[in-house]
């Protein structure tokens, strides 16, 4: 802890050089003899030692996710004793404490051992730390004042709380390996397709007997077998529209993180491209360990100002496989993404579009002026996503009124009559 002057050292400092110095020029020895005694308040204060105190913090997990509630335990040991120990604890944005008392004062007695449970609520997605507890004590007599604080912190990680939907979107293309996805080739496995004459090599239990029976001749089944997908999910962080605590990266992270899980559940592989300032790329995989991998790759998105033109060449090439539905999330507010977007189109990516729509973030001025201008800037969103859908690109808007199922929904519906109309 550091040292630092109380209220009463510089006071009775000053005291004690005028008392000292009017002896000196007065030649009152009388005015020595009573500065003396503050002279030796000063020399006490000045020697007395710093406290041993320390203190550590532990958690009861450090992973949680948005609106959970974790403990903690302040723990503070003094091996001197503390006649009065203040604390505080100093908490990043996006936790706040809901039960226990920091700041706080305390008496230790020496080899004394005090716990301070506390309970913090996660309000926003994040990495945080966690430990910055504020010491402060003073002497007796109050002259020195000591400082410190607690270098021991700990890490805690909050996760987007994912959303549960209906039905995913099906990808054009699936993998080779087993998966929950029904494919549209025809192979073993247990989604019904249709039925065809016997040919030599056909095995006995794919035969359809009623149907042999009203044909008088060997009718099999065809089956469609169920494959595994990849999966990209492509996010825009060059730029976002914010409105106080909330704006579209958020939203947009955690649509990645509710995407991403439902596909995992369902055995596909997912990958992740944050495309913005700063480029990050986490390849395609399965399993829980590619879940906290993709979930601690979103926690560290942000948008970071750039002025460098980027496009899709920038992305490492096993990312973006050619068989991979593209899930793009994005605002469309920046010219290098809608380029970057446009050009996977155009390179024949299975890519579908969820924008996080900016215009409840945008409030036009009181003029006509400004009016005029919000609303041919609507105009020009509007005429973008008529753009991509025109080159067959299913997009959907995500809005204060509109769901992920919504949004999922009206992606399928495209979907399905866009391949009626290829036909």
């Not at 020595?32 to 308040?41: D, E, I, R, S, T």
């Not at 041993?52 to 913090?57: A, K, L, M, N």
């Not at 604890?89 to 305390?106: F, M």
């Amino acid at each position: 802890m550091t040292r630092a002057p109380g209220p009463l050292l510089p006071a009775l400092s000053v005291a004690t050089a005028l008392g000292l110095l009017g002896a000196l020029c007065l030649r009152r020895p009388e005015l020595a003899a009573a500065a003396a005694p503050l002279a030796v308040l000063v020399g006490l204060g000045l020697r007395t030692k710093a406290p041993d105190v320390r203190v550590w913090f532990e958690a009861a997990s450090d992973r949680a996710l948005e609106d959970d509630e974790i403990e903690v335990i302040v723990t503070v040991q003094s091996t001197t004793g503390v006649e009065r120990l203040e604390l505080g604890l100093v908490l990043p944005i996006g936790l706040e404490i809901v039960d226990g008392s920091l700041p706080t004062a305390i008496h230790l007695t020496p080899g004394e051992e005090r716990e301070l449970p506390l309970r913090l609520r996660c309000r926003r997605f994040g990495a945080y730390t966690l430990g910055d507890v504020r010491l402060r004590c003073r002497d007796r007599l109050g002259l020195v004042r000591f400082e410190g604080r607690t270098t021991r912190w700990l890490s805690l990680r909050v996760y987007p709380r994912p959303e549960r939907v209906q039905a995913l979107v099906s990808p054009a293309r699936t993998q080779s390996t087993t998966g929950n996805e029904v494919a549209r080739v025809r192979a073993e496995g247990f989604e019904f397709a249709d039925t065809r004459p016997f040919v030599a090599g056909d095995r006995p239990r794919s035969i359809n007997w009623r149907a042999s029976a009203r044909r008088d001749a060997l009718v099999v089944n065809e089956r469609h077998p169920e494959r595994n997908a990849d999966v990209v999910i492509f996010l825009d962080s060059f730029a976002e529209a914010r409105l106080a605590d909330d704006g579209t990266l958020e939203q947009a992270v955690r649509l990645v993180a509710t995407i991403a899980e439902q596909f995992l559940e369902r055995r596909d592989r997912v990958g992740l491209v944050t495309f913005g300032g700063v480029l990050r790329w986490l390849e395609p995989g399965g399993g829980m360990v590619q879940k906290y991998r993709l979930l601690d790759a979103l926690l560290q998105t942000g948008v970071e100002l750039s002025y460098a033109w980027k496009d899709v060449s920038v992305i490492p090439p096993r990312t973006l496989q050619p068989r991979a539905l593209v899930v793009a999330i994005s605002p469309l507010l920046d010219e290098r993404s809608i380029e970057a977007l446009l050009d996977l189109c155009g390179r024949g990516h299975d890519l579908l579009l969820l924008e996080i729509s900016p215009e409840p973030h945008v409030i036009p001025g009181p003029s006509a002026q400004d009016r005029a201008a919000h609303h041919l800037w609507t105009l020009q969103r509007a005429e973008l996503r008529a753009r991509f859908r025109r080159l067959g690109v299913a997009v959907s808007t995500l809005d204060e009124t509109t769901t992920l199922d919504d949004a999922l929904e009206g992606v399928r519906t495209y979907r399905r009559k866009a391949r009626v109309a290829r036909r």
